[in-house]
């Protein structure tokens, strides 16, 4: 995985990526992670990016352009058992996600051979992503929480405003709102 550029979302790799010199040197985080994992069900359009802010200081402290990107219909390609807060499932899922890093989900999509049999397959449905107008952020060495605040509410209502914008394209309804969570 580290041969076509894949490497670790922690503070030492963003930071020698954004630090070399010139241009396209690019990174992009799945900012929801595995707590977002645990909230994908067909017919949900939801974020988890409420209490997500390190990667706007980090965007701050390199001058980096945050870019919101979201795709559409990535919770239809599999099924999951979503736990309830507080049941027992949950319970074990984020001890998982504690100790582990991740969350372990069940889920199912469909067979080898026909989309009518259980199986670990995606189901065949389209998956399309859109990407938004960079937001241009400026270089702040010890950037503030005020600052850190201010970009990522921002970066919250620039996704927003791109899901809103695409939303009946992709066939959601007009009345369709994303979850930020």
Same mark, same amino acid.
């Not at 041969?3 to 929801?32: H, T």
């Not at 409420?50 to 990667?55: A, D, L, Q, V, Y």
């Not at 399309?128 to 952020?137: L, R, S």
């Given at each position: 995985?580290? /041969? %076509?550029?894949?490497?670790?979302?922690?503070? !030492? #790799?963003?930071?020698?990526?954004?630090?070399?010199?010139?241009?396209? /040197?690019?990174?992009?985080?799945?900012?929801?992670?595995?707590?977002?994992?645990?909230?994908?069900?067909?017919?949900?359009?939801?974020?988890?990016?409420?209490?997500?802010?390190? @990667?706007?200081?980090?965007?701050?402290?390199?001058?980096? !352009?945050?870019? %919101?990107?979201?795709? @559409?219909?990535?919770?239809?390609?599999?099924?999951?058992?979503? *736990?309830?807060?507080?049941?027992?499932?949950?319970?074990?899922?984020?001890? @998982?996600?504690?100790?582990?890093? +991740?969350? &372990?989900?069940? +889920?199912?999509?469909?067979?080898? *051979?026909?989309?009518? =049999?259980?199986?670990?397959? &995606?189901? #065949?449905?389209?998956? =399309? =992503?859109?990407?938004?107008?960079?937001?241009?952020? &400026?270089?702040? !060495? /010890?950037?503030?929480?005020? !600052?850190?605040? +201010?970009?990522? #509410?921002?970066?919250?209502? #620039?996704?927003?405003?791109?899901?809103?914008?695409?939303?009946?394209? +992709?066939?959601? %309804?007009?009345?369709?709102?994303?979850?930020?969570?």
């Amino acid at each position: 995985l580290l /041969n %076509p550029g894949i490497c670790p979302v922690n503070r !030492d #790799s963003i930071d020698y990526i954004l630090s070399k010199n010139g241009s396209g /040197n690019a990174i992009v985080i799945v900012v929801g992670g595995a707590a977002e994992s645990l909230n994908c069900t067909p017919g949900k359009n939801s974020v988890t990016l409420k209490n997500r802010k390190g @990667f706007v200081k980090l965007a701050l402290c390199h001058g980096a !352009d945050l870019v %919101p990107v979201y795709s @559409f219909g990535e919770n239809e390609v599999y099924k999951q058992v979503i *736990f309830e807060e507080g049941s027992w499932g949950r319970w074990v899922q984020k001890k @998982f996600q504690k100790h582990i890093g +991740f969350a &372990p989900c069940i +889920f199912h999509g469909r067979g080898l *051979f026909s989309s009518n =049999t259980w199986g670990l397959l &995606p189901y #065949s449905k389209p998956i =399309t =992503t859109v990407v938004g107008e960079p937001i241009t952020i &400026p270089k702040i !060495d /010890n950037p503030s929480q005020k !600052d850190v605040d +201010f970009y990522h #509410s921002i970066y919250v209502d #620039s996704l927003i405003k791109l899901f809103d914008k695409y939303k009946s394209k +992709f066939g959601l %309804p007009e009345t369709e709102v994303l979850e930020v969570n």
